[in-house]
């Protein structure tokens, strides 16, 4: 305990000289330029230096002072102020607090330099003219002002834009989240109604979608933990779904699967909710079989079924399907899904999305 209480104080220490240390030589190479700006003959003989040293120390004070007040303000104003709810009232504050602070502070320097450089006494020096000198630092009180301003105002602005991305990162993730919940319940809401029509039928029958069922499940649940699902895997489970609906309608319900090109990732799911409407919405018969096929062009898939809708559901209707596909595209892609329908047929075209690098 007593040894990392120790390093703490070390890092502390370390973090106060390195900031105490950039703060000086920042100041100290604006001094400099002043003096470089100011005299930059002084610079070529040792005489001219030493003439220009007391002036030098001078601008050194006034830049320190300056920067350290325009610290101070901008720290003291951005716990109070907001530079986002209340621009031109940070801005007031801001200028009105340091200029003050800063013509006090020149006020003072220019006496203090005055009084040791001209050796003069207190009772002769011309305090009117000195306001007229400490009036030359507030140009540079102003560039700094600004610089703290501008910086103050870029940091505030980053910040709440990084908060207000990670709000609204938050809220899609939710919002995807809630979608992907409604996909396991309305799964086995289905599924649970193919099940209780096949126990009237045939026992070899509802014991058979069972064992298969299970196996499909374990997908679902697999699946629903996933933002998108690779595409090779989503074809892989719409064969056995579809397979699995062969059980209950055999010879009525025929499909055909062609992906040359397995590539590409979908919301997971998609592909089970459309099936499930195509299978729930039309007439599926010896007479009349449901024809359902999917394969790929370009960067969508098709998923098309013969359009012969039932006059009236013998299934409850849970209302996801569709709508939900669509919301989930909405939420990670810019691209969207596109419906066709005709007198014979119904087709959703998936957009296909790549891989995440």
């Given at each position: 305990?007593?040894?990392?209480s120790?390093?703490?104080?070390f890092?502390?220490?370390?973090?106060?000289w390195r900031?105490?240390?950039r703060?000086?030589?920042?100041?100290l190479?604006?001094a400099?330029?002043?003096?470089?700006?100011?005299?930059p003959?002084?610079?070529?003989?040792w005489?001219?230096?030493?003439?220009?040293?007391?002036?030098?120390?001078?601008?050194?004070?006034?830049?320190?002072a300056?920067?350290?007040?325009?610290?101070?303000?901008?720290?003291?104003?951005?716990?109070?102020?907001?530079?986002?709810?209340?621009p031109?009232?940070?801005?007031?504050?801001?200028?009105?607090?340091?200029?003050?602070?800063?013509?006090?502070?020149?006020?003072?320097l220019?006496?203090?330099f005055t009084?040791?450089?001209?050796?003069?006494?207190i009772?002769?020096?011309p305090?009117?003219?000195?306001?007229?000198?400490a009036?030359?630092p507030?140009?540079?009180?102003?560039?700094?002002?600004?610089?703290?301003t501008?910086?103050?105002?870029?940091?505030?602005?980053?910040?709440?834009?990084?908060e207000?991305?990670?709000?609204?990162a938050?809220?899609?993730?939710?919002?995807?989240?809630?979608l992907?919940?409604q996909?396991?319940?309305?799964?086995?809401?289905?599924?649970?109604n193919?099940?209780?029509?096949l126990?009237y039928?045939?026992?070899?029958?509802?014991?058979?979608?069972?064992?298969k069922?299970s196996?499909?499940?374990?997908?679902?649940l697999?699946?629903?933990?996933?933002?998108?699902?690779?595409?090779?895997?989503e074809?892989?489970?719409?064969?056995n779904y579809?397979?699995?609906?062969?059980?209950?309608?055999?010879?009525?319900?025929q499909?055909?699967i062609?992906?040359?090109?397995p590539n590409?990732?979908?919301?997971p799911?998609?592909l089970?909710?459309l099936?499930?409407?195509?299978?729930?919405?039309n007439?599926?018969?010896?007479?009349?079989?449901?024809f359902?096929?999917?394969?790929?062009?370009?960067?969508?898939?098709?998923?098309?079924n013969?359009?012969?809708?039932k006059?009236?559901?013998?299934?409850?209707?849970?209302?996801?399907?569709?709508?939900?596909?669509?919301?989930?595209?909405?939420?990670?892609s810019?691209q969207?899904?596109?419906v066709?329908?005709?007198?014979?047929?119904?087709?959703?075209k998936l957009?296909?999305?790549?891989f995440?690098?």
């Amino acid at each position: 305990m007593e040894f990392n209480s120790q390093e703490s104080i070390f890092k502390i220490q370390s973090g106060i000289w390195r900031s105490f240390s950039r703060f000086m030589l920042i100041n100290l190479g604006i001094a400099s330029t002043l003096m470089v700006i100011f005299c930059p003959t002084c610079f070529l003989s040792w005489q001219g230096i030493k003439i220009l040293f007391p002036d030098f120390l001078y601008s050194l004070a006034i830049t320190i002072a300056m920067s350290y007040g325009g610290n101070v303000v901008e720290n003291y104003y951005d716990r109070r102020v907001s530079w986002v709810n209340h621009p031109v009232k940070r801005l007031l504050l801001t200028g009105f607090t340091y200029l003050s602070y800063a013509f006090v502070v020149s006020y003072i320097l220019v006496f203090l330099f005055t009084w040791l450089t001209a050796k003069i006494q207190i009772t002769n020096i011309p305090w009117l003219n000195l306001a007229e000198y400490a009036l030359q630092p507030m140009v540079i009180a102003i560039i700094i002002m600004a610089i703290f301003t501008t910086r103050s105002w870029l940091m505030e602005w980053r910040k709440s834009a990084i908060e207000a991305e990670q709000l609204k990162a938050e809220k899609l993730a939710s919002q995807y989240q809630s979608l992907k919940d409604q996909l396991n319940p309305h799964f086995l809401f289905n599924s649970l109604n193919v099940l209780s029509n096949l126990v009237y039928e045939s026992a070899d029958k509802s014991a058979a979608f069972i064992q298969k069922l299970s196996r499909i499940y374990r997908y679902v649940l697999e699946a629903q933990k996933e933002e998108l699902m690779e595409l090779d895997k989503e074809i892989n489970f719409a064969k056995n779904y579809l397979e699995l609906q062969k059980i209950r309608f055999e010879e009525s319900l025929q499909f055909s699967i062609k992906i040359e090109n397995p590539n590409g990732l979908i919301p997971p799911l998609s592909l089970q909710l459309l099936l499930e409407n195509a299978i729930k919405h039309n007439i599926i018969s010896a007479e009349n079989p449901l024809f359902i096929h999917i394969y790929r062009k370009q960067n969508n898939l098709w998923i098309s079924n013969t359009f012969q809708p039932k006059t009236s559901q013998s299934e409850p209707s849970t209302g996801i399907g569709l709508q939900n596909i669509k919301m989930r595209y909405q939420l990670i892609s810019t691209q969207e899904m596109e419906v066709i329908q005709t007198e014979e047929e119904f087709l959703v075209k998936l957009p296909i999305l790549e891989f995440s690098p």
